[in-house]
Nanobody, 121 residues
Framework: QVQLVESGGGLAQPGGSLRLSCAASGFTFSRYAMSWARQAPGKGLEWVAGIYSDGSDTRYADPVKGRFTISRDNAKNTLYLQMNSLKPGDTAVYYC??????????????RGQGTQVTVSS
C-alpha cells in the first residue's frame, strides 16, 4: 500500500526558507516520477514541481521557478522540496505525489496528507 508522509512545513517569514520532505513506502520509489502540488485556501490544486524517477530531469511551475528546488534520494526513499525566497502567495498545503510512470511528473496517482506552509510576517 502506497504511503507518502510529508513533513517540514510551518511558519516562515517573507524571504525565508523551508525544506519539505516526503517519506515514501509501499512501492519501489526509484521507479516512479514524483511531484509536489499545493492548495491555497479557497483555490484548486496547483502542480508545483516534478522530478523523473532517476532524478535526471526536473520541471517547475512558473510561480516558483528559480526559488524552489525539487530533489530526491532514492536510497532513502525520500523526496524533497527546498523553498527559498518565500512569498505570502506560497501559503498553502503542500502535497507529495507519486506518478504512474517514471517520467510523467505532472500526474499524482497517489498523494500524501499534506503539510501546511504559511508565509507571513
Amino acid at each position: 500500500q502506497v504511503q507518502l508522509v510529508e513533513s517540514g512545513g510551518g511558519l516562515a517569514q517573507p524571504g525565508g526558507s523551508l525544506r519539505l520532505s516526503c517519506a515514501a513506502s509501499g512501492f519501489t520509489f526509484s521507479r516512479y516520477a514524483m511531484s509536489w502540488a499545493r492548495q491555497a485556501p479557497g483555490k484548486g490544486l496547483e502542480w508545483v514541481a516534478g522530478i523523473y524517477s532517476d532524478g535526471s530531469d526536473t520541471r517547475y511551475a512558473d510561480p516558483v521557478k528559480g526559488r524552489f528546488t525539487i530533489s530526491r534520494d532514492n536510497a532513502k526513499n525520500t523526496l524533497y522540496l527546498q523553498m527559498n525566497s518565500l512569498k505570502p502567495g506560497d501559503t498553502a498545503v503542500y502535497y507529495c505525489g507519486k506518478s504512474y510512470t517514471s517520467t510523467d511528473y505532472r500526474i499524482q496517482s497517489s498523494r500524501g496528507q499534506g503539510t501546511q506552509v504559511t508565509v507571513s510576517s
